[in-house]
């Protein structure tokens, strides 16, 4: 099975296969207009027969690449070519391929031919042909698109070969729906096994078990708008207005009715501001004044900005060109009354605060907010503020998980450093599961620690301790205490951070009744060679920054220690290196989770 894919650019990539005389280029050459004419610009790949050309024998261009120019461009001011000798006795790597795609040029790639790679596809299928089926081994088929007499299983997405129109749908909606960047992580490359009392699992296998444990706070409360910011959307914000209210002027200036062709000038007839409405009816040939937000007039659709007009003794004429209906706003242009404003799960920002309000909302059902735990462990933790004794370090692994919780909108409880008794932590931990949604401590779950806490956690939870393949942070245990989730975090500061992003985000998110709690990542260029290990994912910290060349640069923020918070206040983001990879070279495109929102 070939490697995960992974696509390197901004913009999603689909995939057509099938086998030979399916009709492929036949279908997308009818498609490619149709979605340039629904507004999609496009890319296409195709694969190709291994000795083709594409230039001409006697062209500059053609002699230059024989005399043996391995790289040969020609351009003219309407089309660049690049033509590069790549004798290889594989087939070409298309994530290789699509850095060449210019992704601001264009809104989606189009593959042809590459049947075997693991990208989204549409399978054409066509059964006259008597060619098996592609989806019965490869599940990257999104869907197939065959005629009417083929039999398919109901689970799979069915499209009409002889239907472009609908083809083009289903490619509009898989672009539509397509998250910019693909927010899973890569597929591990080694399954889950059990080594003595202590599972191996990836950072995916890991989340997914975690996530399986969580769902939203049932609990929601009334909140006052100005109270909102950071709570979750409890319920559908159903609009009760349309937005704007009123058809009205974006500018100021004149509105009349629009006539084809306009006449030398319009009969000025009155005044109107924003916050009023001009009483009467606008005829054929007459304006009115209009201030920005005014209504419009009715009998009037179209608005020319007071600039390009001039009035005289009650004559307006207008320079410039004019469409019908400009710099007016329609009534419910932004939203229309009924519509779905804001869906339930949406965390609550300013945007969404002000587009609330808007609506004249001035209380909405928000979930309730959830309440976190904290406690450190480990004899030789002090509390800061406190003189250092020998051979010990003060607790800073309670205020990074405090601070990170706090800012996904939890309530916290500090249960302090435990000391160092089995009675102390068991009643500590017993008594926080009954106050708090999620019990969360740091230190003690190491694979071979000798911690009391392990054995404390395995009598009164349902506990598991994994190994997470993954640097730093490779501890962590997780399970329920009562009806509490617990987490237990490594010790070392970085890894309890790194730990927190990857494993405790996502599930405060989601325990929150957040819908949107995938991790979001961004492919950036590396400036600089990364190291990671097979079957290990890697979260080096990184510092981003848009490049001159307009896109998304990272480096690493040098020295590496798990121990080093350091490296977490230079950082902007994690750099992520999939447990498929071993090294990155400069150059080459990686997958960044910029942190500074939680931090
Ligand atoms: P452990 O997993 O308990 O063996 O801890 C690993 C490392 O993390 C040790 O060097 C600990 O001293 C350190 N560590 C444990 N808890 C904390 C804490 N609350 N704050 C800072 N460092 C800690
Ligand atoms: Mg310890």
Same mark, same amino acid.
């Given at each position: 099975m070939s490697n995960p894919f992974i696509n390197p650019l901004s913009i999603p990539v689909l995939g057509f296969c099938a086998y030979s005389g399916t009709g492929k280029t036949t279908l997308l050459k009818q498609l490619i207009p149709e979605l340039n004419q629904r507004g999609l610009r496009l890319a296409v790949i195709k694969h190709a027969h291994h000795d083709f050309d594409v230039d001409i024998p006697g062209k500059d261009s053609y002699e230059m690449r024989k005399a043996g120019a391995r790289q040969m461009l020609v351009a003219s001011h309407v089309r660049w070519a690049l033509m590069t000798?790549?004798?290889?006795?594989?087939? &070409?790597e298309l994530v290789h391929l699509l850095k060449h795609i210019e992704a601001d040029k264009v809104d989606i790639v189009l593959v042809e031919g590459f049947k075997k790679l693991t990208l989204p596809k549409i399978e054409l299928h066509r059964a006259a042909h008597g060619k098996p089926f592609i989806h019965t081994h490869d599940e990257n088929i999104l869907a197939i698109a065959c005629c009417d007499d083929t039999v398919l299983p109901s689970d799979l997405r069915r499209l009409d070969l002889n239907n472009v129109g609908q083809i083009a749908d289903f490619v509009i909606e898989y672009a539509n729906n397509?998250?910019? #960047?693909? &927010?899973?992580? &890569?597929? #591990?490359a080694v399954d889950a096994c059990t080594i003595g009392s202590d599972k191996n699992l990836s950072v995916s296998q890991g989340l997914a078990q975690i996530l399986s444990h969580v769902s939203a706070v049932s609990g929601t409360e009334d909140i006052d708008l100005d109270e909102l910011d950071n709570r979750v959307l409890a319920s559908d914000s159903i609009s009760p207005v349309d937005v704007p209210q009123q058809t009205n002027s974006a500018m100021d200036g004149y509105a009349f009715a629009y006539q084809d062709p306009m006449p030398e000038s319009f009969t000025l007839v009155g005044e109107v501001f924003a916050g009023h409405q001009y009483s009467g009816t606008l005829k054929a040939g007459e304006t009115i004044r209009i201030m920005t937000g005014a209504t419009v007039p009715v009998g009037a659709d179209t608005v020319q900005p007071r600039e390009l007009a001039s009035e005289v003794d009650a004559k307006v004429s207008f320079e410039g060109t004019i469409q019908q209906g400009q710099h007016v706003r329609l009534a419910g242009e932004d939203i229309a009354k009924g519509q779905v404003a804001l869906k339930q799960g949406t965390r609550l920002g300013a945007a969404e605060q002000g587009l609330l309000a808007s609506l004249g909302f001035n209380r909405v059902p928000a979930y309730r907010r959830p309440t976190v735990a904290v406690f450190s462990t480990g004899d030789e933790v002090s509390q800061p503020g406190e003189a250092l004794k020998p051979n010990c370090i003060y607790d800073s692994n309670r205020y990074t998980i405090k601070a990170m919780a706090k800012r996904l909108g939890c309530n916290i409880i500090d249960l302090g450093i435990i000391e160092d008794s089995e009675a102390a932590l068991e009643a500590t931990l017993s008594k926080a599961a009954t106050q708090a949604d999620v019990v969360i401590s740091s230190g003690g779950?190491?694979?071979?620690?000798?911690?009391y806490i392990k054995t404390v956690l395995a009598r009164l939870g349902n506990i598991d301790f994994w190994r997470i393949n993954?640097? #730093?942070?490779?501890p962590l245990a997780f399970g329920k205490v009562g009806s509490s989730l617990f987490f237990g975090l490594p010790g070392n500061p970085v890894a309890v951070m790194v730990s927190f992003l990857q494993f405790v985000q996502p599930a405060l998110r989601k325990l929150a009744g957040e819908t949107e709690w995938q991790p979001k990542l961004f492919p950036a260029i590396s400036d600089e060679v990364l190291r990671s290990r097979q079957g290990r994912t890697e979260f080096s910290r990184g510092i981003y920054q848009l490049g001159v060349d307009g896109r998304l640069h990272v480096r690493s923020t040098g020295n590496q220690g798990s121990g080093m918070l350091n490296s977490m206040v230079k950082g902007n983001c994690l750099i992520i290196i999939g447990d498929d990879v071993e090294s990155v070279n400069k150059g080459e495109t990686v997958y960044i989770q910029p942190f500074a929102d939680l931090l």
């Open positions: 000798e790549d004798a290889r006795d594989s087939d &070409p397509w998250q910019a #960047p693909n &927010p899973k992580l &890569p597929i #591990p779950v190491s694979v071979g620690d000798a911690d993954m640097r #730093p942070g490779r």
